[in-house]
């Protein structure tokens, strides 16, 4: 049974800094999307990574894909306070499967 | 574009009672997901459906039950409510298995 896990859970940086979010799943999956979610709203599609090697870029955000490893990142460039919220991951055989979400803040 | 409509948007219920969560698509997407998020957490499969008529279990689906008629509607139904229920319901949509999924803005439920 697919298994998604990302880490860390919980991400505190400072503006201007760079980081990389972890997803790893358990089984075959060539598709991994990543979401937004800002404090009690709904979620915001991010990125579709659809082939192992798919990279996908916006503004400060940037995914990847490697499906052999059975890992996708999230890599963020100069964090700014905007980009606080937390970030999931999702994989995809017949059932779309979230990961556990990483809460990140981004201070001064 | 209304996109994934939810209603109810918040609602209290007592245990035992019984209630219809309802989730519309007008982008005639093929597949539908309902997902439940508690508090700090992340989100749980709870039922998919695949298109009209076609439903499926996912990672939590004891205590409710979908139906899947019409394209467009994609009810959850909870029967004999208990407080474990209380969460926040999403219901979301894609195209096809391998494209992005869009949510509702959600279902916030209480059972006292």
């Known amino acids: 049974e697919l298994k998604v896990e990302q880490n860390p859970l919980f991400l505190s940086m400072q503006e201007g800094k760079n980081y990389t979010i972890y997803c790893n799943y358990s089984t075959t999956s060539d598709r991994l999307y990543w979401y937004r979610q800002d404090p009690g709203k709904s979620l915001e599609s991010l990125f579709v990574l659809l082939s192992n090697g798919a990279v996908k870029q916006e503004g400060r955000l940037m995914a990847s894909l490697d499906t052999k490893a059975r890992l996708s990142t999230l890599h963020i460039t100069a964090a700014v306070h905007d980009l606080s919220a937390t970030y999931f991951c999702?994989?995809?055989?017949?059932?779309?499967?979230f990961g556990t979400g990483t809460r990140l803040q981004v201070f001064p | 574009n209304a996109g994934v409509t939810q209603t109810p948007k918040f609602r209290i219920l007592k245990i035992g009672q019984s209630m219809t969560l309802q989730c519309a698509q007008d982008m005639n997407h093929n597949y539908m997901y309902w997902y439940r998020q508690d508090p700090g957490m992340g989100l749980k499969l709870i039922y998919y459906?695949?298109?009209?008529?076609?439903?499926d279990k996912g990672e939590v689906p004891n205590g409710y039950n979908v139906s899947r008629s019409t394209t467009e509607d994609f009810p959850l139904r909870l029967e004999l409510a208990a407080p474990s229920q209380t969460s926040v319901y999403f219901c979301a949509s894609s195209y096809a298995g391998y494209t992005e999924a869009f949510f509702g803005q959600g279902t916030r439920l209480t059972v006292v």
């Open positions: 459906s695949v298109g009209a008529g076609i439903t």
């Open positions: 999702a994989a995809n055989t017949d059932k779309l499967i």
